[in-house]
């Protein structure tokens, strides 16, 4: 089983940015994936990228504020994050799974590997 470990959470002011990174132990995947939790809620699909071909999709709340990126050479995946809102506050999980469209990859039951996650939070 793949191994993924977060870095890069923290905390930034409205407005700002902030860039998270997940390392994976080897390339067992088609897809990797950014998810995040508040409590008391289930975990929300955020971004993905194919390893293959960089094919990305977005959730709607962060299409144009967010870009996630994949380093084939390093097996680290990237997530930019930009114009954060206080509405961003959340754990940030990478994981990975075997699916690849756009259908499955947006539901959490598909993803195989997580890491522990990362806090970022936004201050108003």
């Known amino acids: 089983q793949v191994q993924l470990v977060e870095s890069g959470g923290g905390l930034v002011q409205a407005g700002g940015s902030l860039r998270l990174s997940c390392a994976a132990s080897?390339?067992?995947?088609?897809?990797m994936a950014w998810f995040r939790q508040v409590p008391g809620k289930d975990r929300e699909f955020v971004a993905s990228?194919?390893?293959?071909?960089?094919?990305?999709y977005y959730a709607d709340s962060v299409k144009g504020r967010f870009a996630i990126t994949r380093d084939n050479a390093e097996n680290t995946v990237y997530l930019q994050m930009t114009d954060q809102k206080p509405d961003d506050t959340a754990v940030y999980f990478c994981?990975?799974?075997?699916?690849?469209?756009?259908?499955?990859?947006?539901?959490?039951?598909?993803?195989?590997?997580w890491g522990q996650g990362t806090l970022v939070t936004v201050s108003s």
């Open positions: 994981a990975s799974t075997g699916y690849s469209g756009s259908y499955y990859i947006r539901k959490e039951s598909s993803y195989a590997s």
């Open positions: 080897q390339r067992a995947y088609i897809t």
């Open positions: 990228v194919r390893w293959t071909d960089g094919v990305t």
